[in-house]
């Protein structure tokens, strides 16, 4: 089973390593899946999108089917019109591996290449086959020549408003084209862009982590126009400890350090290259954070992964004051999955 929550590359990713989370938590009262629906939002909402396994001829496993959305009430609604496999750069499936597709944080949005005409979308989603809302469609011929869809990802903002493509190109390097949804206008490119890290909270600036000339790890700010806001080689407790969340400030970088009772929320000022507190919080010894996001002024949200619980996700909300924590929802991916795609937040 996969679980891109990182943009994913041309090469294979080993079965069972990445899609992981917890199945219970003791660091506070458990929340049921439908307690946590109820209070995630007021209505239906994507808790995840996932695409069946199927097993070839020569007995590898691919994508198959259609993509489909697992909804917080437990509802499952078909993404029939979303692309499965993606194009190569001569404009044939490639079978092995899934197109790309993001759900937003809040859970209310979906980006893919559609059927139909090969072109990006982002649907907006009301909880039901009957009500899913407008389709944003973005600009024609996103990707340059000899590039597939293949080579490329998408991301969605916490709210659905931004979404970036990024693609990889013939010298390995990489690009990024950033877009606002409800216009379905490109407002920016990132021409040196590194590896995403995330939207900030309020979809306002774009996280990426880069190489350096002196083979260290850099980290980069850019606004939604491309234009860069910070360009730091931060120190090793920052660079050691991916993955990092954005502010909304746009300058406030979030990451987790330790394990068990000695985890610890820390963050880092990205424009004047300082660490600027932090404050404890309590994980299980073996729980690893997979995922990162800012969901409020004082939140952040944590996806979990536990490698003895392959098959489990587990949500956890953390106030960035008291390091206070609890569960927002805690799920079971449906078995005969090829890959899963949790809402960020």
Known sequence: MRHPTLPITSGPITLGLIGLA????????????????AHHSTHH??????????????????????????????KRVALKDAMVWPLTAKGKPN???????SVSGDGESVAYFRKSDHRLVVREFHGSAHAMGPVHVMPKK?????????????????????????????????????????????T??????GT?????????????????????????????????LARVVPPQIVAANVPWALSSDDRTVAFVTGAGKKARLRFYDATTDQTTGSVGFSLPSDAA???????????VTLHLIRSAKVDHVTILRVDTRTGKTRVRDSYKVRAGTFTYQSCGG
């Open 22 to 37: 917890l199945s219970t938590l003791t660091i506070s009262a458990a929340a049921t899946p439908a307690a946590a629906a």
């Open 45 to 74: 909402t994507i808790r995840y999108a996932s695409v069946d396994a199927c097993t070839a001829k020569d007995g590898a496993t691919t994508p198959c089917h259609t993509w489909r959305l697992d909804l917080l009430d437990g």
């Open 95 to 101: 079978k092995e591996m899934q197109a790309p597709l």
């Open 142 to 186: 996103l990707l340059p020549r000899g590039v597939g869809m293949d080579d490329a990802w998408v991301r969605l903002s916490q709210d659905g408003a931004r979404l970036i493509l990024g693609y990889s190109v013939k010298d390995g390097s990489n690009r990024a084209r950033i877009f606002d949804v409800p216009g379905a206008r490109e």
């Open 188 to 193: 920016g490119t990132i021409s040196a862009f």
């Open 196 to 228: 995403f890290s995330g939207f900030s909270g309020d979809g306002s600036a774009v996280l990426v982590e880069q190489d350096t000339d002196e083979n260290t790890t850099g980290l980069g700010v850019y606004d939604a126009e491309g234009d860069e």
């Open 289 to 299: 954070v997979e995922m990162i996001d800012w969901t409020g002024e004082h939140e």
